[in-house]
Nanobody, 128 residues
Framework: QVQLVESGGGLVQTGGSLRLSCAAS?????MGWFRQVPGKEREFVAV???????????YYSDSVKGRFTISSDNDKNTVYLQMNTLKPEDTAVYYC?????????????????????WGQGTQVTVSS
């Protein structure tokens, strides 16, 4: 059983930056981030696929493309989400998600059911 531990959430003003981290207890093929606001469905944010040790692909939702960057440290089994130019609408609980069975196809990266493991969530609040 793989565990995911998130950190880095907090309160920031509009236009500010935060970096989230997600450390996994084992090797995984796909790791990414979703977010959820109370009363709404969980929303895909970004994901990174490890095609091989040196080849990775990344995908972003349109709402964060150009502002957020997902990256990884293979040696630490950790992914990061650098969030810049934050907006109040980015306020949510951010969840790390991962798939340990294989690389999630590009057409399915936004589907929550593709992920086997989830973190406990970390709150990000952007004040206006």
């Amino acid at each position: 059983q793989v565990q995911l531990v998130e950190s880095g959430g907090g309160l920031v003003q509009t236009g500010g930056s935060l970096r989230l981290s997600c450390a996994a207890s084992g090797r995984l093929y796909t790791m990414g981030w979703f977010r959820q606001v109370p009363g709404k469905e969980r929303e895909f944010v970004a994901v990174i696929n490890w095609i091989s040790r040196s080849v990775r692909t990344t995908y972003y939702s349109d709402s964060v493309k150009g502002r957020f960057t997902i990256s990884s440290d293979n040696d630490k089994n950790t992914v990061y989400l650098q969030m810049n130019t934050l907006k109040p609408e980015d306020t949510a609980v951010y969840y790390c998600a991962a798939n340990g069975r294989g690389v999630v196809p590009a057409k399915s990266v936004a589907v929550g059911a593709q992920y086997d493991y989830w973190g406990q969530g970390t709150q990000v609040t952007v004040s206006s």
